[in-house]
């Protein structure tokens, strides 16, 4: 008989099963259908240019954010990372994939590009690698894989690292254009994620109801040639962390 649930550590790890039954942890089995899925670079992949996020590119354009230290979460290929340093910013990019930090600092050698890459969970390294204070945590399609009781770990960690002032920038699936629209509690029900959670504005202005919402606007329909990517089944968000924000006790 087990009785092992005594901290909200050990509750984030039994929920965590219910969706990778077996594993450790879910980042294991998540870091290993990631590294299949970035092994074959020539797929048809939207996300594999090497382009930054439109709304990326604006809000450094329209002078919304500037150059300082960048967090880039799910960096995936580093196609974003390469964009931040080449626009000033001191940047730390992570991954769950060896394939995917492999194939990012790849193009960062090539690109002559300055940035720490890192391999792992960015949950778990917030509290050694991930020191900050970061002037821009950016999410370009992490957030969106996660399951609902890791918004409680992802909010800790803006909580953790976002300065005072700083901004946090997201790109998500948007309801009505990809993702799966079942209500919270059915996931569990499911034990899968359905390849990735939709969001709502609504729901996106709750979960992160700490924040200042900057901007929150569908991406930019990006043609091939366009030099950046853009996806309109996707939500972008700009928020700030107002100076003086009490740390959250929920």
């Given at each position: 008989m087990d009785r092992n649930v005594r901290t909200i550590d050990d509750v984030m790890k039994l929920l965590d099963e219910l969706f990778?039954?077996?594993?450790?942890?879910?980042?294991?089995?998540?870091?290993?259908?990631?590294?299949?899925?970035?092994?074959?670079?020539?797929?048809?992949?939207?996300?594999?240019?090497?382009?930054?996020?439109?709304?990326?590119?604006?809000?450094?354009d329209r002078g919304l954010i500037a150059p300082g230290r960048a967090l880039d979460l799910g960096c995936g290929p580093g196609r974003n990372a390469l964009h931040l340093a080449a626009a000033g910013f001191e940047v730390d990019a992570v991954d769950l994939s060896p394939e995917a930090i492999g194939w990012a600092e790849e193009r960062a050698r090539e690109a002559g590009a300055d940035i720490r890459f890192l391999r792992g969970d960015a949950f778990e390294l917030a509290a050694t690698e991930l020191s900050g204070p970061y002037d821009l945590i950016h999410d370009s399609g992490c957030f969106h894989h996660l399951p609902p009781h890791r918004r409680v770990s992802y909010l800790a960690l803006l909580d953790r690292v976002l300065a005072p002032g700083g901004h946090f920038a997201l790109t998500c699936f948007a309801a009505g254009g990809m993702g799966s629209e079942l209500p919270d509690a059915e996931l569990y029900r499911t034990s899968r994620l359905h390849g990735g959670l939709a969001y709502t504005p609504e729901s996106l202005r709750r979960i992160f109801t700490d924040l200042t919402e900057v901007e929150l606007r569908r991406m930019h329909d990006e043609p091939e040639d366009s030099p950046y990517f853009g996806e309109p089944f996707l939500w972008t968000a700009l928020f700030r962390r107002e100076p003086g924000t009490p740390a959250r006790t929920d």
């Open positions: 990778e039954p077996g594993a450790d942890r879910w980042t294991d089995r998540a870091a290993g259908w990631w590294d299949g899925f970035y092994t074959d670079r020539s797929r048809p992949v939207p996300f594999f240019v090497a382009k930054p996020d439109e709304n990326l590119a604006a809000y450094l």
